[in-house]
């Protein structure tokens, strides 16, 4: 049963289309990445292609198909097209071609998670339960998943490692924990500058062997222990880290089993050490009705996405900062700093609190 209109009549259904073509979007970018169309106009460089080159470069026979494709990476502001020829706009030179070192190419197709999670996700938010084949298909797919956000994580790791030093929390001969360490990109960024250092990179088995190509790859073997097992659970020393990683793991955790898993960072952890959460928190919950709220909720569509494929795929649905402080609070230290070392990331240091300190939450 519809209510009476609120308001002023709505300018037309615009905002409905754009949600719906969401996924039409979604579909253009994978099947030219699927296809290799970005890094064929990356080998053709200015003027770019025509359709018929663009689609024997890309080994399609349908060049009416490649244009129409090309057309809606136009509209889309990942190509330029001057009626002749198409080429890639530096958003796409930058983060689609395969060889950039910032590239998302690979991430790119696989950052939604498991798609039978969207397809069951009525029933999810209906019953709070993430489907069986849903939770098997993400940790079979955590492989490939860490592989293809390594680039992202080695600059993020080696912007936490140069603010670390400069906050003099970064030791000649550091000793690190990552827990949930994936690739092993924050690993080989974060011992790349320090001959000294030491680290213990803890993952699921599974994921494990990704973790140890990347470190015989930098040559860190004799520096680098990996251990098998669940981040709550693998048995390692308490307060003997310099820095404890917690990098994209609390977003997919229930809230309990993240605070425990906080906790637990901060009990690994030597005097003077410090905690680097990285991920993408949710807005705080309004502590007060707030006519801003749409315009805060708006603005962080990405990182509500982001919490949403989530809830559609772990028992996770997201982090807040006030969670983060909470729980830190709740672990006697606090959130001292807030970094974003590359856009879109953000990274929280979370230091123990000395216990004379009487200096009010930030
Ligand atoms: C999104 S990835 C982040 C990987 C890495 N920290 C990074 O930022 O590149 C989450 C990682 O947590 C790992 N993970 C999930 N549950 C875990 C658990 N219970 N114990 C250990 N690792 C876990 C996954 O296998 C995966 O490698």
Not at 110 to 124: E, M, N, R
Not at 129 to 146: F, H, I, K, Q, S
């Amino acid at each position: 049963m519809s209510g009476p209109p609120t308001g002023a009549p709505p300018a037309g259904p615009g905002p409905v289309w754009d949600v719906v073509n969401g996924l039409a979007a979604f579909g253009a970018l994978s099947a030219a990445l699927e296809l290799g169309l970005f890094d064929a106009l990356a080998a053709a460089g200015q003027p770019g292609l025509a359709p018929e080159e663009l689609a024997a470069a890309v080994s399609a026979s349908d060049a009416g198909a490649v244009e129409l494709l090309a057309e809606v990476l136009v509209s889309l502001g990942l190509l330029t097209g001057d009626g002749r020829a198409v080429a890639l706009t530096p958003v796409a030179e930058h983060f689609l071609v395969s060889d950039s070192p910032a590239s998302m190419a690979a991430l790119g197709r696989l950052s939604p998670g498991p798609w039978s999670g969207w397809q069951q996700l009525a029933a999810t938010v209906r019953t709070g339960a993430v489907p069986a084949g849903t939770r098997a298909e993400l940790a079979a797919g955590y492989p490939d998943l860490v592989r293809a956000t390594a680039p992202t994580q080695r600059a993020v790791a080696a912007g936490v490692a140069a603010a670390l030093a400069g906050r003099e929390l970064w030791p000649a001969a550091p000793r690190v924990v990552d827990l949930g360490c994936g690739s092993g990109a924050w690993l080989a960024a974060l011992l790349a500058d320090r001959p000294g250092a030491t680290a213990v990179g803890v993952d699921l088995p599974g994921v494990l062997p990704v973790a140890r190509d990347t470190v015989a790859e930098a040559g860190l073997d004799p520096r680098v222990s990996l251990l098998a097992g669940d981040y709550l659970e693998v048995d390692l020393p308490a307060g003997a880290a310099d820095v404890v990683v917690l990098a994209h793991v609390l977003r997919a955790e229930p809230a309990e089993r993240a605070r425990r898993l906080l906790l637990r960072a901060l009990d690994l952890l030597a005097p003077g050490g410090v905690v680097v959460v990285a991920d993408y928190p949710r807005p705080d919950p309004a502590a007060a009705p707030d006519p801003d709220r749409s315009a805060v909720l708006a603005g962080a569509r990405h990182e509500l996405l982001l919490s949403l494929t989530m809830a559609a795929a772990t028992d996770g649905s997201g982090v807040t900062v006030a969670d983060l402080r909470a729980w830190a609070g709740d672990g006697g230290a606090r959130l001292t700093d807030v970094l974003q070392p590359v856009p879109r990331q953000s990274v929280f240091l979370i230091r123990p609190v000395p216990p004379t300190a009487t200096e009010t939450q930030r």
